[in-house]
């Protein structure tokens, strides 16, 4: 477990320092404009994300998308079901 702040430079950092890590999974807030999810509703990337920022133009080749370990997103989206907490899925834009 790790904490690095706000912002994807800080997160680069801090995923530097856990490089031997087998799973990391970033948590952070996020806001919609889907109606249906609400303040404290979890946001999972269940397909991909858009690199808007600027930390991974510049450690990750143009064209490789940002797509999650399928099988780390469908456990997070299935202990959410299990635990009943609104739980929105899709693709995100981060910057």
Known sequence: MS?????????????EELIK????????????YVEELRPGD???A?????RAEGVTKQLVPKGVPSV??????QAI????KEKQVACG???ILCF
């Open 77 to 80: 989206i299935d202990v959410a």
């Open 42 to 44: 979890l946001i999972v």
């Open 21 to 32: 890590a087998e799973v990391i999974i970033r948590v952070g807030t996020a806001g919609s």
């Open 3 to 15: 904490s690095h702040g706000i912002g994807l430079a800080g997160a680069a950092i801090n995923f």
């Open 68 to 73: 999650g370990d399928l099988k780390v997103t």
């Open 89 to 91: 899925t899709g693709m």
């Open 46 to 50: 269940s397909c991909s994300a858009v």
